[in-house]
């Protein structure tokens, strides 16, 4: 194998000659991408104009990684600090609404992670980076840690990961497709990427067994509950959500000794905060928490109790 590669690399070195360029010696150097471990530690001998290419295990190419067995985990892992010191950038502190938080969060932590995303959207690493995304999540939603994570995208209006991932594949392939690329003839299927996006992300949150499905039942729609006041998104989210702190929450956390509510109610759950209430009842219950109407916004707003 050493020899054919030198014998391509004396032939690229006359097209090199022919055209009056020339390789950069610092960055020119060998990889060997394969599964087999017994041969992990050797080290290819390329020659070119009789100098031997430095071999490199570890190649970093347009900022990315890539790994021998292309498995990604040392990129991902690289890419967890690169977003563990960014997440601390975005603080409600600022006194900034939902709407601009968002606009942070996008800019700052899922541009980077879905930079080259079609390279290692596949790696069974990809978890590593799952809990800064849902921390940036919980910071623009305020929604409590026991949230279910695949709520908090949807909540914030920020499209889950790993839909983003596979658009981004699609997109690469549809460039691919293009007459005059390299792939157009191979690939002669050509579909709708964004169609194919939106139906995959519908389909799957239609199939979550989630009490949010209630009050959004489609994702590609802005939250209107977004532009509200903080306390109002908070309150909403942790409405919606049924994750707060409702005195039958507390009790289970072990943070209150009973979870019995104000108005003598042996239990207070989110559905009796909404619908039975004597003291903290919303205007319009479930029906008001979905279409934000006045009345429920100024419930939110005045006399929603805190959770
Ligand atoms: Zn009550």
């Known amino acids: 194998m050493e020899g054919v590669l030198s014998k391509d690399m004396a032939m690229f070195g006359e097209y090199l000659q022919t055209w009056k360029l020339k390789l950069s010696t610092t960055k020119a150097m060998s990889a060997a991408f394969h599964l087999n471990n017994k041969e992990a530690k050797r080290e290819l001998k390329v020659n070119f104009n009789n100098e031997t290419l430095p071999f490199c295990s570890n190649r970093i190419y347009l900022g990315v990684m890539l790994d021998r067995s292309l498995t990604h985990r040392r990129y991902l892992e690289s890419l967890r600090k690169k977003l563990t010191s960014r997440v601390p950038l975005l603080r409600p502190g600022w006194g900034v609404g939902a709407t601009t938080l968002r606009i942070a969060t996008l800019a700052l932590v899922h541009s980077t992670a879905e930079y080259c995303a079609p390279v290692w959207c596949r790696s069974a690493h990809t978890c590593l980076i799952d809990p800064d995304i849902n921390d ?37 392939g549809r460039r691919a ?131």
């Open 177 to 307: 497709m293009e007459p005059g690329q390299l792939l157009h003839s191979a690939l002669t299927h050509p579909s709708s990427a964004h169609a194919r996006h939106g139906s995959q992300m519908e389909c799957g949150w239609a199939n979550k067994p989630t009490r949010l499905r209630i009050f959004i039942p489609n994702t590609g729609t802005h939250h209107p509950g977004m532009t509200f006041p903080r306390r109002a998104w908070v309150w909403l989210n942790r409405l919606r959500t049924s994750v707060g702190r409702f005195h039958s929450c507390l009790y289970k956390w072990g943070m209150a000794s009973s979870a019995a509510c104000e108005c003598g109610a042996e239990e207070q759950t989110v559905d009796h905060v909404v619908l039975v209430c004597l003291i903290h009842r919303s205007p319009l219950g479930l029906q008001g928490l979905t279409v934000l109407d006045d009345e429920t916004t100024e419930w939110l707003l005045n006399t929603c109790p805190e959770i």
């Open 136 to 172: 940036t999540s919980r910071i623009v939603t305020v929604c409590l840690r026991p949230t279910p994570t695949d709520n908090l995208p949807i909540l914030a209006y920020i499209h889950l990961v790993d839909l983003c991932h596979n658009e981004a594949t699609l997109s690469l």
